[in-house]
């Protein structure tokens, strides 16, 4: 029987290279192709990042599009500086060459033509801003009916947003990254009818990575995922470091790990609350995951990244 056809838009953070990770060891899905949107990254570096991990991991016939939209609000720098740490890690660069094939299109148009020639539904696995896929949309609408879910870390429900240390005044700081890079893609993305699946802040500020995780990863040298993984969240240990992308791919994996609940939403596309996910009565109705089995889930990474 195939599995559920996927397709991965990551922007290239170290969370998202975790996510990647994590996706690439699933058995019950098709992934269909695996897209890099420039945003929380450099891109050239989170491109060949991406290609690298997927060839360390025996994934090198998935082919990998570089998306070229930009965003409106940009990420921190010093967010962005992990795709070149990671691009050059030694585990990643054993050889010259990379197997994984980057597409000569950009990952808007490998998007819809993905969703224009897939037999079935499909799942986008968003890990970063929605402006790919919007942009891909604007092409041709109608590929609104070949999208089953979204499933999406972003947003921000009933907790404040993560934006609060990094940006100059003016915004009220409701917002999380994902929405706040570009407010007016992710609105238009709440118009469609595309059922979506919320990975929000409400969740994953409760599923915050510990040394002593950590310190597990690698300790077990004799699976490289695990000492990547290791390497990937040593760079963050100096700071408060949470599953967000890792959490949302983990939903696809073991959805019997979460609790949901429904919520109506809408996305404010301008001004101080730019970016802000409100709940709103009679906004569009989308699924959040709501609560995890901490404890599960981290035994489960540790499983699957025992390879
Ligand atoms: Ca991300």
Same mark, same amino acid.
């Given at each position: 029987?195939?599995?559920?056809?996927?397709?991965?838009?990551?922007?290239?953070?170290?969370?998202? $290279?975790? +996510?990647?990770?994590?996706?690439? =060891?699933?058995?019950?899905?098709?992934?269909?192709?695996? @897209?890099?949107?420039?945003?929380?990254? $450099? /891109?050239?570096?989170?491109?060949?990042?991406?290609?690298?991990? &997927?060839?360390? &991991?025996?994934?090198?016939? @998935?082919?990998?599009?570089?998306?070229?939209?930009?965003?409106?609000?940009?990420?921190?720098?010093?967010?962005?500086?992990?795709?070149?740490?990671?691009?050059?890690?030694?585990?990643?660069?054993?050889?010259? +060459?990379?197997?994984?094939?980057?597409?000569?299109?950009?990952? #808007?148009?490998?998007?819809?033509?993905?969703?224009?020639?897939?037999?079935?539904?499909? =799942?986008?696995?968003?890990?970063?801003?929605?402006?790919?896929?919007? !942009?891909?949309?604007?092409?041709?609408?109608?590929? !609104?009916?070949?999208?089953?879910? /979204?499933?999406? *870390?972003?947003?921000?429900?009933?907790?404040?947003?993560?934006?609060?240390?990094?940006?100059?005044?003016?915004?009220? &700081?409701? *917002?999380?990254?994902?929405? $706040?890079?570009?407010?007016?893609?992710?609105?238009?993305?709440?118009?469609?009818?595309?059922? /979506?699946?919320?990975?929000?802040?409400?969740?994953?500020?409760?599923?915050?990575?510990?040394?002593?995780?950590?310190?597990?990863?690698? #300790?077990?040298?004799?699976?490289?995922?695990?000492?990547?993984?290791?390497?990937?969240?040593?760079?963050?240990?100096?700071?408060?470091?949470?599953?967000? %992308?890792?959490? =949302?791919?983990?939903?696809?994996?073991?959805?019997?790990?979460?609790?949901?609940?429904?919520?109506?939403?809408?996305?404010?596309?301008?001004?101080?609350?730019?970016?802000?996910?409100?709940?709103?009565?009679?906004?569009?109705?989308?699924?959040?995951? %709501?609560?995890?089995?901490?404890?599960?889930?981290?035994? $489960?990474? *540790?499983?699957?990244?025992?390879?």
């Amino acid at each position: 029987m195939p599995g559920e056809l996927v397709l991965f838009d990551h922007d290239g953070g170290l969370d998202d $290279y975790l +996510a990647l990770m994590l996706l690439l =060891t699933l058995e019950h899905i098709d992934l269909l192709g695996v @897209i890099v949107t420039p945003a929380d990254c $450099y /891109i050239k570096p989170a491109v060949g990042a991406t290609r690298k991990i &997927m060839d360390l &991991m025996g994934r090198s016939t @998935i082919p990998v599009a570089e998306s070229t939209v930009r965003g409106i609000n940009p990420f921190p720098r010093a967010f962005r500086r992990s795709s070149f740490h990671v691009d050059h890690f030694p585990i990643l660069n054993r050889h010259d +060459a990379i197997a994984t094939p980057l597409l000569a299109e950009t990952g #808007q148009d490998f998007q819809a033509r993905s969703l224009r020639e897939a037999a079935g539904p499909v =799942t986008i696995l968003e890990t970063g801003p929605l402006t790919t896929l919007a !942009a891909a949309l604007a092409q041709s609408p109608d590929l !609104a009916a070949k999208i089953g879910r /979204i499933l999406w *870390m972003g947003g921000a429900l009933n907790v404040p947003g993560n934006v609060s240390h990094w940006i100059d005044g003016g915004q009220d &700081m409701s *917002m999380e990254w994902n929405v $706040y890079w570009d407010p007016l893609s992710a609105h238009a993305v709440w118009q469609t009818g595309i059922p /979506i699946v919320l990975c929000p802040l409400d969740i994953t500020n409760h599923v915050k990575v510990t040394p002593a995780f950590v310190r597990q990863l690698g #300790q077990r040298p004799q699976y490289p995922v695990s000492e990547l993984a290791g390497y990937c969240y040593a760079l963050v240990m100096h700071q408060d470091y949470y599953c967000w %992308d890792v959490l =949302t791919t983990g939903y696809l994996a073991r959805p019997d790990l979460f609790t949901t609940r429904e919520w109506e939403t809408v996305i404010i596309p301008t001004g101080p609350s730019q970016g802000r996910t409100q709940v709103q009565e009679g906004g569009k109705r989308i699924t959040a995951l %709501d609560a995890v089995d901490k404890e599960a889930f981290f035994a $489960y990474l *540790m499983h699957q990244w025992g390879r």
